[in-house]
Each structure stands twice: as C-alpha cells, then as structure tokens.
C-alpha cells in the first residue's frame, strides 16, 4: 500500500495496511468483499466500506463492534484483530489458527527451556535496546544546551553495554528471576539514564517526571504508553505470522494474556520508532497539551489528536533504515518482521546467534 493514508471517514482508515477503528459505537459488517462501517444510531454520519484486500490488521480503539460474519471474513483472511479500550492500553487480539510449522514452535519452546541458550538471545535484546536509547540522545545531544547531561546518560549506557557483552548465562536459574536478575538489572540502568533525561530532549513546556506507566501521569507518558500499545500489537501480528508463539519470550517471562516474545522483539524499535515520534511531534507543534484531557489523574489523547499521531507512527514505519545484518535498506516495518524470522531461525538452529536491530 501507498505510504499516504486512505481516508474513509472520521474514524475509519487504513494506514500502511492497517486499519484503525476510532469512531465510538461504530458497527462494522462485511458486504461482499468490503468491510461496511456504519457510525451510531444516535451519532448518524457517512457509512463507508472498506476492501478487504487492503487491510492486513485490524486495530479497534474502544466501543466498536464487529459482527461474527465480519469477523470470520477476516480470520478466513488470517487478518489479526487488536482490541485496545480508547485510551490504548491492550485487551487482546483475535488471530487465525497457528500456521502449519508447528517444528518452529517446538523449537521455541525448547530454547525457552534451556537458559543456556535461551540467555545470550535475551541479552542481545537488551544490547538493542540500550544501542538504539544511546543512538536517539546522541543525535538530539548535538548543538544544544543540555547537552553534556545527555551525553552523560549516553556514557552510562555505554557502560551498562560494556558490562552486559562481558555476562555469560548463569550456572543456576533457581532463582525467581530466572538468572536474568543481573541481565536486567543492567536494563533498568540504562533505561533509568535514559529516561532521565528524556524530558530535555522536548521544547515548550512539556513536564516530564520519567516513566509513569499505568496509568499514565502526564501527555508525554500517555504518548509513549500509546505508541509502544499500538507497536507491540504490530509485532503480534508479525510474530504470529511467521508461526511462532508471541506468548513465549526469553527476556519477558510468560503470562497469562502477556505477548512475552512480541515484548521482547519490539525493545529494538520502541527508541527508534515512537520515541523519535512523540520527540518530533511535540517540538515541532504538530501536537500540544491541548490535545490530551485528564480524567482521575490520568491523561489520554483526544480523539483528533490521537488519529494523527497514529498517523505519524505509521509513516515512521514506512520509512526505510539500513539492516544491521542485511546491509540493505528496509523499513522499519519490513525490519521487525525480519528480526521475527531471524528468531525462528536461530531457535532452529539455521543461524548462530540472533542480532538485534540497531541504527547508527
């Protein structure tokens, strides 16, 4: 699909093959081989349809109903149904049955299993993250004030990625953390220099306490927790596509209802991908604080608002970064969808180690 969005109507659209349903108490059907979507009876507006030949997931934001016959035409379609409430946080999604390599997943499992195998993949995740965290100050470091307190948080990542590259997987995992305990440890340092400095990195008058999570303190936050949301159910889909179990992680242990590998495989692109897009967003004005409402100490983006920053995400996605491994230009799309199969090669054994996605 074209990187422009197709617009249907308000709160209907298709971004890069993904199709955002925002419009609340909207009923879709399917008719023929479109999706029809209909607003509210008590909210009457233009029903508009929507090919089902250009959608590859489907992204429901709140009250939206979809009926069973349209359901099965997406599943029959193996088109992935996410459910968020309205202010983005995940209820879960509605995939098409497992793919027919079920050995992947055997293999998932059995490095799962194996901390001796199952450690080195989870502290290249971290080694990406942390690379990724240090690339975005570095270029924001450049010609400002501030800049020595960023290039100070980009040191101490670099230390936490010198300690983490010298670990080695831990003899006993007896433990409650599994042996990942010093693992992430160095994580969260890296992370906490990170996000310590996050707010420096914004123009005007944007307050940011560091990383406040559920909920939400402030808009910076509610745009990060949104944009890392709607990400991680890209990868979902992207995980569940290739045939492995996105429930199934070796960094983010299992959960009930908790995607531990898509987890896992978007630490790489959270930096790269919706920091970089709330940073540009807010300085560049194209969103402000009169663009979120609070409610019982919470903050959420307006409607408007939050159906162009899903716009600007999916255009960040578009757009095209050299692989690490590969040496080509690929988008960032096309990249996680790589780093899914370059798992699912490594956990059978076709490659030697993974390599996490990072840009320079």
Not at 68 to 94: M, Q
């Amino acid at each position: 699909m074209n990187a422009e969005p197709e617009v249907y109507g308000d709160g209907v659209e298709t971004l890069m093959a993904t199709l955002y349903l925002t419009e609340q108490y909207t009923v879709v059907k399917v008719e023929g081989e479109a999706l029809r979507v209909s607003p509210s009876g008590s909210r009457p507006g233009q029903v508009v349809r929507v090919p089902l030949n250009k959608v590859e997931q489907v992204m429901v934001l709140g009250e939206i109903t979809l009926t069973t016959p349209a359901l099965h035409a997406l599943l029959e379609r193996r088109i992935p149904v996410h459910y968020l409430t309205a202010r983005g946080r995940s209820c879960g999604a509605l995939l098409a049955d497992w793919g027919k390599n079920s050995g992947v997943r055997l293999a998932q499992y059995a490095l799962c299993r194996d901390p001796a195998r199952s450690f080195p993949v989870a502290q290249q995740c971290v080694a990406g993250k942390l690379l990724n965290m240090r690339t975005l100050l570095l270029r924001y470091a450049r010609g400002r004030g501030d800049e020595a307190a960023l290039t100070e948080a980009a040191q101490t990542i670099r230390r936490c990625l010198r300690e983490l590259a010298r670990m080695t997987p831990p003899e006993v995992t007896s433990d409650r953390m599994h042996g990942l305990g010093p693992l992430l440890g160095l994580e969260g340092s890296g992370s906490a220099a990170y996000y310590g400095v996050f707010g420096s990195l914004l123009k005007g008058a944007w307050a940011f306490p560091g990383r406040v999570k559920r909920p939400p303190t402030d808009p910076v936050n509610a745009l990060l927790s949104f944009g890392y949301t709607v990400l991680t159910n890209q990868v979902v889909s992207l995980v569940h596509a290739v045939g492995l179990d996105p429930g199934l992680g070796v960094l983010h242990q299992p959960g009930f209802g908790k995607p531990a590998l898509a987890l896992d495989l978007v630490e790489d692109f959270r930096p790269i991908i919706v920091d970089s897009v709330v940073v540009t967003m807010i300085n560049t004005g194209q969103i402000t604080l009169s663009d979120f409402e609070a409610e019982l100490g919470a903050y959420r983006l307006k409607d408007a608002a939050r159906r162009t920053f899903i716009e600007k995400l999916e255009a960040r996605l578009s757009e095209k970064a050299q692989h690490p491994l590969f040496g080509y230009q690929v988008s960032y799309r096309r990249s996680i969808e790589l780093q899914a199969r370059l798992f699912a090669k490594h956990v059978q054994g076709e490659i030697g180690r993974y390599v996490p996605f990072t840009v320079r």
